[in-house]
């Protein structure tokens, strides 16, 4: 929807809105909701219409957007046929206007839709789109987020990146079965997911995700685990070692890996990180050099997650370096204290 328009219609009364329905929507159709009006609700609507002025088309627009809405919400109608909407708008406000707000009340419920396959990883949805027809898979695409559009691409074979790009890149308007037809396709996606990951989460990693952020005595949980089944408390000990568990590591540990690993690559890793995690690993360093640390990452123009993953990574790649070397330092859970 077009702010410049949203903006204006805010200041309209409810009044005006009504009574620019009413002229919008021609004399017989107008004639049967007055109908159905009191005396004075009539009385006082035919007043502000006859006086009623200085209103765009924009105003007309944005109120007959709003009124559409409305009714979709509160009647329960899953909506009107857009070629009905086209033609009743384009009597009222005009062809131009009519097909600008259309795709902002057809583009916006399709955008619902496909928010749902956000979450899906890229591999999934590669596999699934497989099995439709070319022009769908571009569909699909054209109205995914760039970021994750760009990931599933990178999983197709490249022999095929220039017939699905070219499909986007023509694409002009979608009429309304093909949008039926996209949102059929959402569906059955989302039950071909369902059907191809279930129940099943990747226990391991969960374990070691929870673990990192337990607060109770993350030995003696390990030490039972152990007991339970050595493999899998060590395969939880190697997941462990994520990019958090710097923050567990004392101030000569830290200052190590702050020493050896090139500036740019913490600035990048730190980039969106939980404000304890960065404190933690700055707090290390002197004032000066940590406000300096602090401005780097600030400044730093938004980063791709899977660039800053993969610095966090790079980073805790050189941690295990030096675990297989020897270095005993490193710790997976909080020193124990006496009080």
């Not at 022009?135 to 760039?146: D, E, R």
């Not at 790009?165 to 059929?184: C, F, G, K």
């Not at 462990?240 to 540990?253: G, K, N, W």
């Amino acid at each position: 929807m077009n702010p410049s328009r949203a903006e204006p219609a805010k200041q309209i009364s409810d009044l005006d809105r009504a009574a620019i329905l009413l002229l919008s929507m021609g004399e017989e159709n107008a004639a049967g909701i007055i109908k159905k009006l009191s005396r004075n609700e009539v009385r006082a609507l035919s007043e502000r219409m006859a006086k009623i002025s200085h209103f765009t088309q924009d105003h007309v627009a944005q109120i007959l957007t709003d009124f559409f809405d409305c009714y979709r919400n509160e009647s329960g109608v899953s909506g009107a046929s857009r070629v009905y909407l086209e033609r009743a708008l384009d009597k009222a406000v005009g062809r131009k206007l009519a097909r600008g707000m259309l795709d902002d009340i057809y583009g916006g419920a399709l955008a619902d839709d496909i928010r749902r396959l956000e979450w899906v990883p890229a591999d999934l949805l590669v596999r699934f789109m497989e099995q439709e027809h070319i022009q769908m898979q571009a569909l699909i695409l054209a109205f995914l987020p760039a970021e994750q559009a760009s990931a599933v691409l990178s999983l197709y074979p490249a022999e095929k990146h220039n017939d699905i790009l070219y499909r986007i890149a023509n694409m002009r308007e979608v009429s309304e079965h093909v949008i039926e037809d996209l949102r059929y396709t959402l569906e059955r996606c989302i039950e071909y997911v369902g059907e191809q990951v279930g129940a099943r989460v990747n226990g391991v990693q969960k374990v070691a995700d929870i673990m990192n952020r337990y607060s109770g005595n993350k030995t003696e949980v390990m030490a039972l685990l152990k007991q339970h089944d050595q493999a899998m408390a060590e395969a939880i000990e190697d997941k462990m070692y994520d990019f958090f568990s710097i923050s567990r590591q004392s101030e000569d540990v830290i200052n190590t890996l702050l020493t050896d690993i090139p500036d740019e690559l913490w600035v990048t890793a730190l980039k969106g990180a939980d404000q304890a995690l960065t404190d933690s690993i700055l707090s290390v360093l002197p004032k000066r050099l940590a406000a300096v640390y602090r401005q780097q990452i600030e400044t730093m123009k938004p980063q791709p997650l899977r660039k800053v993953e993969a610095a966090r990574a790079e980073i805790m790649a050189i941690v295990k370096q030096r675990i297989a070397g020897g270095w005993t330092e490193y710790r997976l859970y909080p020193e124990e204290t006496v009080g």
